[in-house]
């Protein structure tokens, strides 16, 4: 199964995208499912009384979610909580937390893709605005290295000598169900972490020609990029129709082709414009008249390859795509064996390929998009030749 992730600035329209993709992809004969996290069900207004076989649509309730997670980690530390008297929570008295629907979200993308809901040809997700949305799918990455960080697999393997231990130590072992949570927890994410960055997911970007669409679009795809995840389109959205004789709309038909004529060039995957109806989009005859494409078959993966150039000048250099990335709002630094990468508001973590851990960093530039990262081999750790 194919899964098209579709994302952009607020407001820019990217349920209305998603929603004509996804109906598309249905009138294509792909057996479609159309995934989407908003609270208020913005998806039925959108589509209408579409009806069409083959298009299904789901809305996940992050709500519901967290009662279910909460609720049973507490039944898994039921032990430790009663040995310090807590009283237990009831689903009644439970509320989402800031961050649930995401957490919602993720769960909802690995059950999809894992055919929980169905066998599909394709899964589209409406994800939130274009910041969200990058820390939302760079989330499962993050939260497994935190969890490996602090409650390492290997330690339980002595399990068998915690009792020993905590004699010996005088203060009590982690419980056994401390880890077998951070088992489940970090079998979860690496199965939705398995799902965003397969060759099979796509991201679709939609935004409002203009300048605040320009920037907005620019620092999406330097933070995708920098999570290694390919555009696979860009919908330039509500494009005006150039015949018009009204000074004021004739200003901003200019300024719109103006902004497009800059994506026909920068943009590497292509653009499509969606026009202007004149309306919001509604029903299947609006979301048609959109024109917009399916999604393709083949995902364009962010490749991140490392140049050997040893015998040129003598070091190696890691080619990191960073499209739209300010000099000024870049920064690296090397913990250990692991590369921080930070472009603007975001951040990466990173684990160096092994053949860059045995050298040292000898500069780094920008050009062309492109961070290029030097490295010379460190001639303690490196391979002597004879």
Not at 198 to 225: I, K, N, Q, S, W
Not at 298 to 309: C, F, L, S, T
Not at 316 to 345: C, F, K, M, S
């Amino acid at each position: 199964m194919r899964t098209l992730l579709v994302t952009g600035p607020g407001g820019c329209g990217r349920t209305t995208a998603a929603a004509a993709t996804a109906l598309t992809a249905a009138r294509a004969g792909q057996r479609t499912l159309l995934l989407s996290a908003d609270r208020e069900d913005t998806l039925s207004p959108v589509l209408g009384d579409t009806g069409l076989p083959g298009l299904t649509t789901h809305r996940v309730d992050g709500a519901a979610h967290f009662r279910h997670e909460l609720l049973a980690l507490q039944d898994r530390a039921g032990a430790a909580l009663d040995l310090f008297g807590a009283q237990r929570l009831e689903g009644e008295e439970l509320t989402a937390l800031p961050g649930a629907d995401e957490l919602a979200l993720l769960k909802a993308l690995r059950d999809a893709a894992g055919g929980a809901h169905g066998a599909y040809d394709l899964l589209v997700v409406d994800l939130p605005p274009a910041p969200q949305a990058i820390d939302l799918l760079a989330l499962p990455a993050q939260l497994r290295r935190y969890v490996r960080r602090l409650l390492p697999p290997e330690r339980q393997a002595a399990r068998a000598l915690r009792p020993m231990l905590a004699q010996l130590a005088g203060v009590p072992m982690p419980a056994q169900w401390l880890f077998e949570t951070a088992a489940h927890w970090d079998e979860h994410l690496a199965a939705v972490q398995a799902v965003i960055e397969a060759d099979t997911t796509a991201v679709r970007l939609v935004a409002e020609p203009g300048p605040a669409g320009a920037d907005a679009l620019r620092t999406a795809t330097t933070g995708l990029a920098l999570h290694g995840l390919g555009v696979e389109l860009l919908v330039a959205n509500r494009v005006l129709p150039q015949d018009t004789a009204d000074p004021w709309a004739a200003a901003l038909v200019a300024q719109q082709q103006k902004t497009l004529a800059e994506w026909r060039d920068d943009c590497v995957p292509g653009v499509h414009e969606a026009a202007h109806l004149g309306r919001d989009p509604r029903g299947a005859d609006d979301l048609a008249a959109l024109a917009l494409p399916a999604p393709a078959e083949e995902a364009r993966p962010v490749a991140w390859p490392v140049e050997d150039r040893l015998a040129d000048d003598g070091f190696l250099v890691w080619h990191i795509p960073l499209p739209g990335a300010d000099r000024d709002r870049l920064g690296l630094i090397r913990r250990g064996d692991e590369l921080v990468v930070t472009a603007g508001p975001f951040r990466r973590i990173v684990a160096l390929p092994s053949v860059l851990r045995r050298c040292t960093v000898a500069g780094a530039g920008l050009t062309e998009g492109e961070l290029r990262i030097r490295f010379a081999p460190d001639p303690e750790l490196w391979p002597r030749t004879r």
